[in-house]
């Protein structure tokens, strides 16, 4: 079953903008990844945020936690047409050595 | 270094059969997980191995089956294929497992069961 959801289920803006997604999950974490899949091929790693951290930066990406309110958030700033893909958060547990378990995934749609 | 990769990237089989799928780790890597998406159920994890032995597995019948050797490479196999099996196979892999590290991922096996 889903630990993830992510928010919205599909978004589509204007090259230049941000994009901003939501990740809630249900139980306590070890950490937090996020994911970008392109039209059904592998997953390409974005971001692992720990449990015990609140924000990480990566280029144009902004990832933070909030472990209170269980939820993370993925910002792409200035996206590209190349952002548009399907983005997934995953989260372990925090319960020794888990699997990754994936949300169903927000569809960006980057329009030139 | 080579990426994750996973053959054969297609498959067609038909209900009855069974199929075995391939994957290479990057060199190095000790954990391997394996991944089923489908567009109703998502991202299911099936199974992860580590220095050959089974350390978690998903909530799949008992006709997925997985194994890994001596070199991290790692098969998975289905037997009595069902239409619900149709689905794209992901496997993952990295040096500790998915609770220490990110995971990186193969393209991915297509499999299609008529």
Redesign the interface.
Known sequence: S?QGEEDPQALSIQEGENATMNCSYKTSI??L?W?RQNS??????LI?IRSNEREKHSGRLRVTLDTSKKSSSLLITASRAADTASY?C?T?SNS??????????TRLSVIA | KAGVTQTPRYLIKTRGQQVTLSCSPISGHRSVSWYQQTPGQGLQFLFEYFSETQRNKGNFPGRFSGRQFSNSRSEMNVSTLELGDSALYLCASSSQGPSYNEQFFGPGTRLTVL
């Open positions: 889903q070890n950490n990844q994911y059904g091929r592998g997953l390409v790693h692992l997934f995953a372990t020794g050595n888990t699997p990754l378990v994936f949300g169903k995934g």
